[in-house]
């Protein structure tokens, strides 16, 4: 008895300590987003471009005209209204309006992960209005991201 209270006891902590996925994302799309911050990251680095390093990747859902679209948009800061976060290359990519129907099972957001995490971020009340992202947009058409539109940065997808 004493052994099985203590394997069970062992499990719960061994469970409980866990850290499951609270957002899990469709391959296809994790791998957009790694391919956009290395081409970006790349691109920053080069110190005669002057560019900005920025440190969210935004990750929204839209539809126009009945089609579904999909943009990717590098920020400095993150708006609070997002659906949840992770981490990916060290960079924060926050996402946003999950919930509609063009997110065809390519993020799920099981739980929301705690907020504080985020104090080391700006947010769009402590943002100033003079940034030009660098954004990525795909049309969702069947099982496929295809790139429609890109700018500041244009990176080859095939």
Request: proline share 3%.
């Amino acid at each position: 008895m004493k052994k099985t209270f203590a394997l069970i006891c062992c499990f719960s902590v061994i469970l409980g300590c866990a850290n499951p996925d609270e957002v899990k994302m469709d391959d296809r799309l994790e791998e957009k987003i790694q391919l956009i911050i290395d081409s970006y990251q790349e691109e920053v680095s080069d110190s005669s471009k002057n560019l900005f390093d920025p440190p969210i990747y935004e990750v929204s859902f839209s539809e126009r005209g009945g089609q579904c679209f999909l943009t990717v948009n590098t920020s400095y800061f993150y708006r609070t209204d997002l659906d949840g976060f992770t981490f990916i290359k060290n960079k924060l990519v926050a996402f946003y309006n999950v919930d509609s129907r063009c997110n065809e099972n390519l993020i799920e957001i099981s739980t929301k992960k705690d907020d504080k995490v985020l104090d080391d971020f700006q947010n769009e009340e402590e943002a100033f209005d003079n940034y030009s992202p660098a954004w990525w947009e795909f049309k969702l058409q069947e099982d496929k991201l295809l790139v429609t539109n890109q700018g500041k940065h244009e990176i080859n997808f095939k």
